[in-house]
Every structure is written in C-alpha cells, then in structure tokens.
Nanobody, 124 residues
C-alpha cells in the first residue's frame, strides 16, 4: 500500500513561486508514474503534470506549460512540482497521485494512490 503526503502549499502573490513536495512510503516508488492534479472550488478536478517512474518523460497541461516543472527524487521517494510565475487562476487544492505502472497518464482514474492535498492560493 502506497501512502502519499503533499506539502509546500501556501499563500503567494501573483508572479511568485512555490515548490510542492509529495513524500511517498510503502511501495516501489521508482517503478510508479506520478502526477499532480488540482481542484478549484466549484470546479472539476484538473490534470496538471505527470512524470514517468524513471523520470525522463513528462507531460503538462497547456495552462502550466513553461511555468511548472515536475520532477522526482527516487532515492528519497519524493516527487516535486515547482510552480513559477503563479497566477490567481492557479489557486486550488493540489493533489499528488501515483500509479502501479511507470507510464505517465493524464487521467485521474489511472491512479490508485492519492495524497490528501495541499492548498495553493495565489493573490492578485
């Protein structure tokens, strides 16, 4: 059973940066693709970024391409989402997720393991 826990959320002004972390335990982390999703109040859950188990393959939703960077440290079982040039529309509860396959995927249903989420709020 894989357990995930996010950290690093907070309140930041537009144009600022945050780095989210996702600490994993209980599984073969390096074999699992992981992803970040987000959900804003009153909106559906949205895919943000995904990365392959070994790390070289990444994919982003268009709205964050060039501003966000997904990465992972398999030696320490941690995933990251570096968020730069944040905008108010990035405000949401951010979740990390992992799947028992090294192949990245943009669909929430492809992920069996989820963290509880960390709140990101971007002010104008």
């Amino acid at each position: 059973q894989v357990q995930l826990e996010e950290s690093g959320g907070g309140l930041v002004q537009a144009g600022g940066s945050l780095r989210l972390s996702c600490a994993a335990s209980g599984g073969a982390f390096s074999q699992y693709a992981m992803a970040w999703f987000r959900q804003a109040p009153g909106k559906e859950q949205e895919f943000v970024a995904t990365i392959s188990g070994s790390g070289p393959v990444t994919f982003y939703t268009d709205s964050v391409e060039g501003r966000f960077t997904i990465s992972r440290d398999n030696a320490n079982n941690i995933g990251y989402l570096q968020m730069d040039n944040l905008k108010p529309e990035d405000t949401a509860l951010y979740f990390c997720a992992a799947r028992t396959s090294g192949t990245p995927n943009i669909r929430p249903a492809a992920y069996a393991y989820w963290g509880p989420g960390t709140q990101v709020t971007v002010s104008t």
